[in-house]
């Protein structure tokens, strides 16, 4: 019965997405570590860690946005997860407010997965190829919006007007409004963008092949359980990591 599900399931999108949890939670840990416990640690604040870091990120959103197409029951799933996202938020906002969490990326892919079930019969008929392309031309030149300015790199190309960086609303769109802080900031523009080119490599590899590959079928079932189960371990993993780290720090 449980391979039949994981068969049903596609079980190599469950097993990279638990492959990137198992990632999540030994970054986290790291993090804990170092700015709950302030254990030293020299490596930790560098591009390699920030790399990792932007890694775990472009997998969630990459996968999230394939497995769009492929899924039922969007309307609950986005709705789950948004309230997911509020759930963090507020708990943050009590107990651990200097590290508080709006706007993260649970509360991101929420509002993904909610925004292409309008757009989806639009979004069909975009050549999946073009909307790759474009959905990464939209990350990269939007990747600095909350500095000001559309473009590449240090290239402002649009220098933007401060009236629009005003409110929480323009703050999760992406225009960040002055003396906002968020510890796990993912504003709809330039990352929902992500989600879309996962949406549209789905429908490429969908549309060349009638169905995905049989490699898609196969998985190794521990990571795939984890996948199966990452917005709950998502959720509940920091906790988790704070409280068996207090009593190994304690005891």
Not at 90 to 118: D, E
Not at 187 to 216: N, S
Request: with cysteine.
């Amino acid at each position: 019965m449980e391979q039949q599900r994981l068969r049903r399931r596609y079980a190599l999108l469950d097993m990279l997405r638990g492959l990137t949890i198992c990632s999540m939670v030994a970054y986290h840990t790291v993090w804990d570590l170092v700015y709950l416990f302030r254990v030293p640690c020299p490596w930790y604040p560098s591009e390699g860690t920030a790399l990792w870091q932007q890694t775990i990120c472009w997998s969630f959103l990459l996968l999230s946005g394939f497995c769009w197409p492929l899924g039922r029951r969007h309307l609950r799933q986005g709705l789950l997860v948004s309230a997911c996202g509020a759930l963090i938020t507020a708990v943050t906002l009590v107990f651990n407010p200097a590290q508080k969490v709006v706007f993260g990326v649970l509360t991101l892919l929420g509002a993904a997965t909610l925004l292409l079930i309008p757009l989806d019969k639009i979004l069909r008929r975009v050549p999946p190829a073009a909307g790759i392309a474009a959905s990464l031309a939209v990350f990269a030149f939007c990747h600095n919006l909350s500095k000001g300015y559309l473009g590449l790199g240090t290239w402002q190309a649009v220098i933007l007007p401060k009236v629009l960086y005003q409110g929480y609303f323009a703050t999760f769109l992406g225009f960040l409004a002055p003396g906002f802080y968020s510890s796990d900031y993912f504003p709809i523009l330039p990352w929902a963008a992500l989600v879309f080119c996962g949406y549209f490599a789905a429908q490429l590899a969908l549309r060349r092949t009638g169905g995905l590959p049989p490699v898609f079928r196969r998985g190794w079932a521990p990571l795939c359980f984890l996948g199966r189960h990452s917005l709950l371990i998502y959720v509940l993993h920091q906790p988790a990591l704070y409280g068996l780290l207090w009593c190994l720090w304690h005891f």
